[in-house]
């Protein structure tokens, strides 16, 4: 008889967790190469959750696809793996149980990472071996995203009449990471033919407990449920879990009112756990009726949207001439020349300070205290830049709520430059997010939502710009960057600066089909030192040749290599406000006066060129 006829009237006990009970044993690399490795190992487990109870035992086989098993350069022993895996939950079984070949999610928190043509060609060649070598069922587990287990399940019931067991991880009580309702999810898994569907992994008895109360029996498929023993806790360099097998005890039996008709155990479960579970439901028949309680619907558009007090860059630029002025955060803890500065500037009439994150990867004073504190005391526009390096993606949401909370809306969402080219080459880039990932995180908080879907109650009303850098071989693929930033959420772009008229113009023609407005970026070069070091060891920055020969012609003369780097930006100044509204000043080593001297010209430049072009559409007119 086949597991799926037992459970017409049985209550069947599955086994716990594989890869946390490997790794409270010290294991600490590829679980499903112990299949091969430590044979006897992997058959000790599977027996031991048997004598504890289980029915249904699943192979270590999780993880045992190529696009998992490459981490570890294992990639072409999925055969092997697999057949083993099959043979040692075989070898384990004395007496009378199943075997289940277990396939696990590939998508976590970051759906798009991988393609879902690449997921299926994986996925086939796993499911292959496991169908091949002869298991009982197909375990299809711990899959965040729905997308990517429909079209597995698809797969799977296309190739095989075994019955298959389908099984989603909460995001939190009653929903999906993608907000889908359980409910929904599971009858649409129950109608492209799943014999059992459920839940399993990330959280433990208590939510998934919550979540089955809102869940109706299926009509043809039987529910499941594997809950983690707890909520993993990190000590001494290693994860273990609390959860305690009384505790499993007690819940055994709301999980059979909840209509489970399979449970087990996943993340931090032993045999224990599988011990509680089946003697506290030994002998009881399942429920064949439940009332639901009515889940609570999710409603994400009550979320407020936060009133900004001023417009958002893009509006302003798109109208007018507009002058940003980046002076990075001081390197040292004194601040007076930095805001003095910030006071020249907004005296001047600029629209925006921008402010650095942590530029070249050296640590500065941090930019949303300085951009609180220019704000406040100044009165003038912060625009702090982030980068993806410092920050892992729970910093990246916890720095924008706190911008957010500071009143501080307009953000420049940025890559970053690499750890290894600052003052620690040895600290690591997080880099969980790309640039675009970011744009969209941050036009998901405008939206209400968290990175993860959660409703923020509120909505953020931040103003995202995005990086353009043109000094790059192909300027096309630049501009193809920056239609998928726009796709992406960007409001508008800032780029690296720029140090020819002609690069000026072919810019211009490349990125005029863009509905986004540019602010072109224009730096004074302080010497030929600092042209030679800028051209030749900062990425994202090239500086044309004859201009390199004008600040070499001065090299022993610093007080007339300074001047001749501002009258050089005067003349880019004058080609760039004929051709764009946006001008973006670099204040080199925090040589304010320089800006406020470009600041005024620049204003100058503009009005001269709007008086004469009013001039001209008189003289037409
Ligand atoms: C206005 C501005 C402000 C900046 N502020 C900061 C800051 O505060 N802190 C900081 O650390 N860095 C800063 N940077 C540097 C920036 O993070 C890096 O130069 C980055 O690689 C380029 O911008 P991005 O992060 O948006 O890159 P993305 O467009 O996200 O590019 C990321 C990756 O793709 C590569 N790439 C980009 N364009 C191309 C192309 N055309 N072809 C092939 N590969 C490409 C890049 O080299 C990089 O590895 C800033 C850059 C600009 C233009
Ligand atoms: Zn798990």
Redesign the pocket.
Same mark, same amino acid.
């Given at each position: 008889m086949s597991f799926l006829e037992r459970m017409k009237d049985e209550i069947l006990i599955a086994d716990g967790a594989m890869g946390t009970l490997l790794y409270s044993y010290g294991t600490d690399s590829c679980f499903e190469n112990l299949n091969l490795s430590h044979a006897e190992q992997i058959q000790q487990i599977h027996e031991a959750y048997i004598l504890a109870g289980a029915n249904l035992i699943q192979t270590n086989t999780y993880a045992a696809n190529y696009l998992k098993l490459q981490r570890y350069g294992l990639e072409e022993q999925v055969k092997e793996i697999n057949t083993y895996a099959v043979r040692n939950a075989r070898n384990a079984i004395k007496k009378d149980a199943y075997v289940v070949g277990t396939i696990g999610g590939i998508r976590g928190i970051r759906p798009n990472t991988v393609s879902i043509e690449e997921i299926k060609r994986s996925f086939r060649e796993q499911l292959y071996c496991l169908l091949l070598e002869g298991v009982d069922g197909i375990l299809l587990e711990t899959y965040y995203d729905l997308e990517e287990l429909e079209h597995i399940l698809a797969i799977t019931r296309k190739e095989t009449d075994l019955p298959i067991i389908a099984q989603v991880s909460l995001h939190e009580v009653g929903i999906l990471q993608d907000q889908t309702p359980i409910s929904e999810a599971l009858s649409r898994l129950e109608k492209l033919g799943a014999d059992v569907v459920g839940l399993n992994c990330r959280l433990g008895p208590h939510h998934m407990l919550l979540t089955l109360e809102g869940i109706p029996l299926p009509k043809q498929a039987y529910l499941s449920a594997y809950p983690n023993a707890s909520m993993p806790a990190y000590t001494d360099g290693k994860f273990h879990y609390e959860g305690d097998s009384e505790y499993f005890r007690q819940s055994a039996r709301d999980f059979r009112n909840q209509g489970v008709r399979l449970l087990g155990g996943c993340c931090g479960t032993t045999p224990d756990h599988i011990r509680a579970f089946a003697k506290e439901l030994k002998g009881l028949p399942p429920i064949t009726e439940k009332k639901v309680k009515n889940s609570k619907k999710i409603i994400i558009s009550n979320s407020s949207a936060t009133l900004r007090e001023d417009p958002p860059l893009q509006d302003i630029v798109k109208e007018r001439a507009s002058i940003i002025v980046e002076l990075d955060p001081p390197k040292k803890l004194n601040t007076d020349k930095f805001f003095e500065g910030a006071k020249a500037l907004k005296n001047i009439g600029i629209d925006a300070i921008t402010l +650095?994150?942590?530029? *070249? +990867?050296s640590p500065r004073i941090c930019n949303s205290a300085i951009g609180y504190r220019i704000k406040k005391e100044i009165g003038t526009r912060p625009l702090v830049?982030i =980068?993806c !390096?410092d920050r892992n993606i729970i910093g990246l949401q916890s720095h924008l709520m706190g911008l957010h909370t500071l009143g501080l809306h307009d953000v *420049?969402? $940025? =890559?970053?430059?690499p750890a290894r080219v600052g003052d620690f080459p040895g600290a690591s880039s997080v880099y969980d997010m %790309? %640039?675009?990932e970011l744009i969209q995180m941050i036009k998901q908080l405008n939206a209400g939502l968290s990175i993860s879907g959660k409703d923020l109650g509120e909505k953020t009303a931040f103003s995202v710009g995005? +990086?353009?850098?043109p000094n $790059?071989k %192909?300027l096309d !693929?630049?501009v193809q960057?920056l239609e998928k930033?726009i796709e992406y959420g960007a409001d508008y772009f800032? %780029?690296?600066p720029i140090f020819s008229e002609e690069k000026l113009i072919e810019v211009h023609g490349a990125i005029k089909h863009l509905k986004k407005p540019l602010y072109i970026?224009l730096m004074p070069l302080t010497s030929s030192k600092n042209a030679e070091y800028l051209h030749h060891e900062v990425?994202?920055i090239k500086i044309s040749d004859s201009i390199r020969a004008r600040m070499a012609e001065l090299k022993d003369d610093s007080i007339l290599a300074a001047r001749e780097g501002i009258t050089i930006t005067k003349s880019l100044i004058d080609a760039a406000a004929e051709l764009f509204n946006g001008i973006?000043l670099i204040t080199p080593f925090m040589r304010y006066e320089i800006s406020v001297e470009l600041s005024a010209y620049a204003h100058e430049t503009s009005a001269k060129i709007s008086r004469r072009r009013q001039n001209a559409e008189v003289t037409i007119n």
């Open positions: +650095a994150d942590n530029s *070249l +990867a830049h =980068t !390096r *420049l969402a $940025v =890559t970053g430059d %790309s %640039s675009f995005a +990086a353009f850098n $790059v %192909s !693929r630049a960057r930033k800032i %780029s690296q970026g990425p994202g973006y």
